[in-house]
């Protein structure tokens, strides 16, 4: 209101000062309304005050009683505060008075307890001499050596502080202890023994205990061959070692309740710890005397220098030698040395591995499994199978390849007719797998496998590829009759190498299936390692493709030089001189006649004469295929030439399953149908009535078509 007042002396005309008037008439009329609500809300504020007045004598009321109140607590509180200060000092001196009795009862019950132990001593009896000397060690150490007790305790027989007494008395206990110990284990006295045993805590010498008890046990292992035993007997290490371990085994199994229930739970650790560098020792000796009785030394240097070569080394093996000379290496007596070593590495890595199993399910031993994995002696085999059995194994199987590959020869008992190299080769891989798997050696399986698969190979698929190339490189010469057998025999011996990477394929994915599910990798290998042990037989069972791809193109080789050839007139000779613009009288004698399967069937017959019957189940399939693959695009290629009726239709449908009948006939396989879709689809197109459009039936048959639209709008065209 004030910014829009102006000063009557700037007025200079009547409205100016008529509006003035009225704005000043205006905020007049408002302060009175203004003043007017002030003093309607007065008396609601009068009377609030005035019941505050009304309360002041109340609150001085309380006020003066609140202070005599006061008055009187604070005279109580300081008769409590004498009261309890006197109650205080009376419990601070029954503390002091009872603190001193039990003081003095300790040092009588010391007193007492050392005076036992000196009579229990000189009466030997040492179970009542480990008590007493308990009971005081039990003592706290400030009542032990306190001034009362060097006071109160010592007597005329023992004048000596109660604590050098107690520490005397417990030294003299401890050489007892070990002497009465030991005694009763060169005298292999158990009950004397435990007795013994578990005195040594009671009195404060657990690891001292533990010293003795760990210096017996390592005298339990330590193997001694008996007199009759002789080193030169295949079994003699595999049995000691077997003794050991079984001797440790059976001192875990047996002590661990003895010394946790006397010592404390974990307290076995350190005898287990002493055991196994006792071990260590009796292993490496025995390996040493293995070694040395078995002459190794000179045995792998005779392998390294005496490799096997095969009949046709590849590029990535060139040998100076021909022939492994027998005179030198006896590969059975290799096979006896690598079985003898599997044996031990089967004794030492599969106890070690139920040993770990056992600790592992036990939550106090669960932070020590690698006292068993770090060992000496586990290192001492597992280089024992990368010295000796890798090298070994290796050369044993591509001696015995070699040797099958030489010696192979047609088994003429069988047919399909193979060679004996197959089942020799593959049963020798079986026993050398299986016994590998019996190891227990995760890094030996894996290393072995790589090996033997190069092995594999380069030293059996490579020299079966090179005897396939040997077959039609020397030629044939002479009279056609003599000519004609000599090609036959090559096209026999061809197919009989075929069937060898057929059966052997066949072989290798047994062989693998069956060491996938043997026991042996549920026995001799952890939970942990199976799945990565049935990984790597799963990498070996690869060399499968490496079978197949050679067989398929040795079969390939086979079918594009001797079969392809004759293949190539076959649907043209077939159907010669016949057509399919046939009215009643030419269907009927064209039905009659049956021309296309007669010949066919015939021409057929002579082409795979001498195949099914030498070929295995799986090659002559491949074969088959092959053969079919060949004439059925000229098959299809020339019926597109041809014309045909309604009748000649029906005649070439008739025509083609009649064919295929017979072809689906003369194997148990089944492919023969599954090839013949599109010339059946052919016939389906050229069977439709003439009112029937084409691309509606293509549409909306149904049919999973192998023809196009424009195909099949073709096929539709050659009907007259």
Known sequence: MKSTRRDPRELTSLPEILSCLSAFQSEETELSNRLAELLAARDPIVSSLNRLQSLIPQVEQLRDEASLLSERVSYTAQTAKRVGGRVRSLDEEMSRVREAGDHVGQVMELKSSLASLQSTMESKDWESAARHC???????????????????????????????????????????????????????????????????????????????????????????????????????????????????????????????????????????????????????????????????????????????????????????????????????????????????????????????????????????????????????????????????????????IDKAQRLSA??????????????????????????????????????????????????YIFVIKKRLDEVYRIPTGGTSVRGERAERENRVSFMTLLNDLDVSSSHLERLTRDLFSSSNIVQHFSDLQQPLVRNLITSFSGLTTKFRSALRVGIEQLFNQLMRPKLRNLIVDVYKDVSYVLDEQGYSAAEYQDVVRKRFVKTWENLVDGYKDTFTDGNYRLFFGLALDVILRPWEKFMMSLKFTDLGAILFDRDLRSVTAYLASQTAFGDAREKFVRLQQMSTILNLDSEEDVDEFYNGSGITWKLGLQEARAIAGLKT
């Open 410 to 459: 047609p088994d003429h008992s069988q047919l399909p007719v193979i060679t004996t190299t197959p089942d020799d080769v593959f049963y020798i891989l079986k026993t050398v797998l299986s016994r590998l798997l019996s190891t227990g050696s995760v890094n030996g399986l894996e290393r072995t496998l790589d090996r033997l698969r190069d092995v594999v190979e380069q030293e």
């Open 134 to 400: 308990a009971r005081a060690m039990s003592l706290p150490l400030g009542v032990i050596s306190g001034p009362f007790a060097e006071t109160a305790v010592p007597t005329s027989e023992s004048h000596f502080p109660p604590a050098q007494t107690l520490q005397s008395a417990r030294e003299d206990l401890l050489a007892i202890f070990r002497t009465k110990f030991n005694q009763a284990s060169r005298d292999r006295d158990s009950t004397a023994t435990s007795r013994y045993f578990k005195l040594f805590p009671a009195i404060g010498w657990e690891e001292e205990g533990l010293q003795a008890y760990s210096a017996f046990v390592i005298d339990l292992v330590r193997v001694r061959a008996p007199a009759s035993a002789k080193a030169s007997s295949p079994l003699y290490f595999i049995t000691s070692l077997t003794a050991l371990f079984e001797s440790i085994a059976m001192i875990v199994d047996q002590h661990q309740p003895v010394v946790e229930k006397y010592y404390g739970k974990g307290k076995m650790k350190s005898v287990v710890k002493c055991l196994l560098e006792e071990c260590d020792k009796v292993v490496k000796s025995i390996i040493e005397g293995w070694e040395e009785e078995r002459s190794m030394k000179r045995k792998l240097s005779d392998v390294n220098n005496n490799p096997p070569t095969p009949l046709y080394p590849s590029t990535m093996r060139r040998q100076t030698s021909t022939v492994p000379d027998d005179s030198i290496l006896d590969p059975r007596e290799i096979d006896k040395v690598i079985s003898e070593l599997a044996g031990m590495v089967v004794e030492a890595l599969a106890e070690e591995s139920a040993d770990t199993i056992e600790q592992s399910q036990n939550a106090e031993y669960s932070h020590d499994i690698s006292l068993f994995d770090h060992t000496t002696s586990h290192q001492i085999f597992e280089d024992l199978m990368t010295t000796y059995y890798i090298p070994l194994e290796v050369w044993y199987t591509r001696s015995i």
